[in-house]
């Protein structure tokens, strides 16, 4: 069932910001006051989080200790060595076909050209084969595939909340991941070698302490001791999973009992379903070129959805990232080039109903990164909203404000015509168009 943004109400002018949703009204305040306590309590004892760039400790590239060192004369053989070396057989040929750099051997300078010229053809042949991909770096695969639709500017990457307690981890840009918890000033941090460009996150269903993270190295299953006091766990608590060709892990999902997990490569047309305790995977191909941008589970286990980069398989226009809540009521959708996230209500009774609740927007100068539904949050449902600037804001929509009793919780749905509080909807099986 199709619904048009333009049926949503609209924002308040000036800079107010939308901090909740109680009793069916969205509440605004102020951007110096975004206090969401004086509203409602539910997300009284969550933890406070802000990622600024002070707590950032980027990692230094190449580019940057190549910096540290003087420049130095070198010959046409060392320069070539060099950069075959560090950029590949490309960049060892642009260098010989540029007339400031050979030092004038004419003959050299034309056999690049032409070999340049004549892998320039290959290319653009084998992009007319069906099934052929062209392998890219996962710098050049984050900003064009993730979820999150401001990755470069970011100080956040994704976002992953535990579901069976109030536990959040964040991701950060400098490829390291804090764990929030309810109650408690220790903050784990999480950060190995091979853990670069952090693209999803997903916490092991019945276990309290298991990690996974998909990366450009592959799949890393952080073991975090939640009694430990230790806020900086080491490499030995990690386990990497990785296969040739399954490199940066675009996103992962566990099955709904914890014992299979599967993880989607952007550059790998290629699923593998993992046993993890076993270390063995088992990989799922399908037939055809484009990679793996997005993988989830059923909630019965049975069926599993991907959704491929080929541009064959397209629903809906600019979107970036979508998320249900657990009981399907409510449906988050970010947009790529916005910096307004838009909320729908759903309900499921002989089909699907979407209608418009309200529009959320941040600070000046703020752009929605990540979104994420808390999985057990029993007031309602709390969207998780991780913004450009580094700060993480809940946002709840709370149906009354104390739950005296579950008669009280479903008269609320009915009241707002959504689906009764035991009803499991799996928001992985049905797709929503946007006009």
């Not at 951007?31 to 600024?52: A, G, K």
């Not at 040929?93 to 892998?119: C, D, M, Y």
């Not at 100080?155 to 109650?183: F, G, M, Q, T």
């Not at 450009?388 to 404000?401: A, D, K, N």
Request: proline residues 6%; neutral net charge.
């Amino acid at each position: 069932m199709a619904c048009s943004l333009a049926d949503f109400p609209s924002l308040p002018e000036g800079t107010q910001i939308p901090m909740c949703l109680v009793e069916g009204k969205v509440q605004y305040s102020t951007p110096d006051f975004t206090n969401v306590h004086i509203y409602t309590t539910s997300v009284s004892t969550h933890p406070h989080i802000l990622i600024s760039n002070d707590v950032l400790h980027p990692a230094m590239s190449k580019e940057d200790s190549n910096r540290v060192f003087l420049p130095v004369s070198q010959t046409l053989w060392k320069k070539l060595q060099q950069s075959w070396y560090e950029k590949g057989f490309v960049s060892m040929l642009e260098i010989a076909s540029n007339p400031r750099e050979n030092q004038g051997f004419i003959v050299l300078e034309f056999v690049a050209k032409q070999t340049l010229s004549a892998l320039k053809v290959a290319s653009k042949f084998y992009s007319l084969i069906p099934g052929y991909k062209k392998k890219e770096s996962g710098e050049v695969l984050a900003p064009m595939l993730s979820q999150n639709s401001v990755y470069c500017r970011s100080n956040i990457r994704c976002l992953a909340w535990h579901p069976h307690c109030i536990k959040l981890a964040v991701a950060a840009s400098d490829d390291s991941i804090r764990i929030y918890s309810e109650n408690s000033q220790l903050i784990p941090l999480l950060k190995c070698r091979g853990q670069h460009l952090i693209s999803s996150m997903a916490w092991r269903p019945l276990c309290a302490s298991e990690l996974a993270v998909g990366c450009e190295l592959g799949v890393v299953i952080w073991h975090i001791d939640p009694n430990s006091v230790i806020t900086r766990p080491s490499a030995a608590n990690t386990h990497v999973l990785s296969r040739p060709n399954h490199m940066y892990v675009t996103s992962l999902a566990w099955s709904p009992h914890g014992d299979l997990l599967v993880s989607g490569s952007a550059s790998d047309n290629t699923m593998y379903v993992w046993a993890v305790g076993l270390d063995k995977a088992v990989p799922l191909k399908r037939v055809g070129g484009g990679g793996i941008s997005f993988v989830s589970w059923s909630p019965d286990s049975l069926k599993l959805f991907a959704a491929t980069t080929n541009l064959v398989f397209r629903v809906g226009g600019e979107v970036s990232s979508l998320v249900w809540d657990k009981k399907g009521c409510y449906l988050a959708v970010t947009f790529k080039n916005c910096d307004i996230i838009a909320v729908f209500m759903t309900s499921f009774v002989q089909n699907l109903k979407v209608s418009p609740c309200c529009f959320i927007r941040g600070l000046v100068s703020e752009s929605p990164a990540v979104i994420a539904f808390q999985e057990n949050f029993t007031e309602g449902a709390n969207l998780t909203i991780g913004w450009s600037s580094g700060r993480v804001q809940y946002f709840p929509i709370v149906f009354t404000e104390l739950l005296s009793n579950e008669k009280s919780y479903e008269a609320d749905m009915l009241a707002y015509d959504l689906p009764d509080v035991s009803t499991a909807y799996s928001p992985t099986a049905s797709f929503v168009g946007f006009s």
